[in-house]
């Protein structure tokens, strides 16, 4: 299995930016993906984003479509996570997943995941 660390969790203002990283050990082949996933406190796990490591292909929870950017980087074997106007609302710990997938678009449960991060807060105050 892939071992993923994340990054770049933090206290910020409603408003501000911030990047998380996800760095993956060992090799990602084309049908794997890497997603984001977030929970808060007292609630389920829910899908954040995804990105297909092969295609790029990407999918976006409706909440953060057109605030939040996935991207990869193949040669440094890690995926960031841009997340623009953060809302109060987003206050979570971020994961990332990663599991291998013969689809074209990320899973979005995360029971179809089999290797995950350890987690990173992000608190936005208002």
């Known amino acids: 299995q892939v071992q993923l660390v994340e990054s770049g969790g933090g206290l910020v203002q409603a408003g501000a930016s911030l990047r998380l990283s996800c760095a993956a050990s060992?090799?990602?082949?084309?049908?794997?993906?890497i997603s984001w996933f977030r929970q808060a406190p007292g609630k389920e796990r829910e899908f954040v984003t995804g990105?297909?490591?092969?295609?790029?292909?990407?999918n976006y929870l409706g909440s953060v479509r057109g605030r939040f950017t996935v991207a990869k980087d193949n040669a440094k074997n890690t995926v960031y996570l841009q997340m623009n106007s953060l809302k109060p609302e987003d206050t979570a710990v971020y994961y990332c997943?990663?599991?291998?997938?013969?689809?074209?678009?990320?899973?979005?449960?995360?029971?179809?995941?089999?290797?995950w991060g350890q987690g990173t807060q992000v608190t936005v105050n208002d």
């Open positions: 997943a990663a599991d291998f997938f013969p689809v074209a678009l990320p899973r979005m449960y995360p029971s179809d995941y089999r290797s």
């Open positions: 060992g090799r990602l082949f084309s049908d794997y993906t």
């Open positions: 990105i297909k490591w092969g295609s790029g292909l990407t």
